[in-house]
């Protein structure tokens, strides 16, 4: 079963907004990753935030982790048309070294 | 430059045929993953490695295995490949237990026909 879920399935929105796209998770992690996937491509790590860290920035992405729930967001400000991509979120399990994705979150931002 | 290389882009095999997916990665890496990737299924976990000649199971593992003989190399295989098995193939490696991130090669785009 998968890890990770996320929420929405598609985004649709026009450049200059913000995305929020959500994740939540099932078991105990040592941390959580984003990565961002060109149609067709492999996966692009973008930011990664550890369990004992709640909110984590680089450049126009904000991460936010919620052990308690075991939820994840990532906030993409002011979007551009090059950010339309596919979103996963990703797990490190403390069990060990599995990595395990969600579904992940189509993003499309049109110009 | 960071590498996880796969050894093909596209491939098509016959029903029937043994297939082997090869992915090479550069970074002195222990673990290694071998994902699938399918339309609203998003990436589910075949096999990984966490050492050489080391592999642990992953959600699907039915109908394939992996093999690890080296550091850099980790490969899949179809015993007898299944038109269920076209999909998109996604290798990856990174540190164990670190806090850093999985380095992802192409994909192999498999058809089976």
């Known amino acids: 079963s998968q890890q990770g879920e996320e929420d929405p399935q598609a985004l649709s929105i026009q450049e200059g907004e913000n995305a929020t796209m959500n994740c939540s998770y099932k078991?105990?992690?040592?941390?959580l990753q984003w990565y961002r996937q060109n149609s067709g491509r492999g996966l692009v790590h973008l930011i990664l935030?550890?369990?004992?860290?709640r909110e984590k920035h680089s450049g126009r992405l904000r991460v936010t982790l919620d052990t308690s729930k075991k939820s994840s967001s990532l906030l993409i400000t002011a979007s551009r048309a090059a950010d339309t991509a596919s979103y996963f979120c990703?797990?490190?399990?403390?069990?060990?070294?599995?990595?395990?994705f969600g579904e992940g979150t189509q993003l499309t931002v049109n110009p | 430059d960071v590498k996880v290389t796969q050894s093909s882009r596209y491939l098509v095999k016959r029903t029937g045929e043994k297939v082997f997916l090869e992915c090479v990665q550069d970074?002195?890496?222990?673990?290694m993953f071998w994902y699938r990737q399918d339309p609203g299924l998003g990436l589910r976990l075949i096999y990984f490695?966490?050492?050489?000649?080391?592999?642990e199971k992953g959600d699907i593992p039915e109908g394939y295995s992996v093999s690890r003989e080296k550091k850099e190399r980790f490969s899949l295989i179809l015993e007898s490949a299944s038109t269920n098995q076209t999909s998109m193939y996604l290798c990856?490696?990174?540190?164990?237990?670190?806090?850093?991130?999985?380095?992802f090669g192409q994909g192999t785009r498999l058809t089976v026909v």
């Open positions: 935030i550890r369990s004992n860290e």
């Open positions: 990703a797990t490190e399990e403390t069990s060990g070294s599995r990595l395990t």
């Open positions: 490695s966490y050492d050489v000649k080391m592999k």
């Open positions: 078991t105990s992690i040592n941390n």
């Open positions: 970074m002195d890496h222990e673990n």
């Open positions: 990856a490696s990174s540190f164990p237990r670190r806090i850093t991130e999985a380095f």
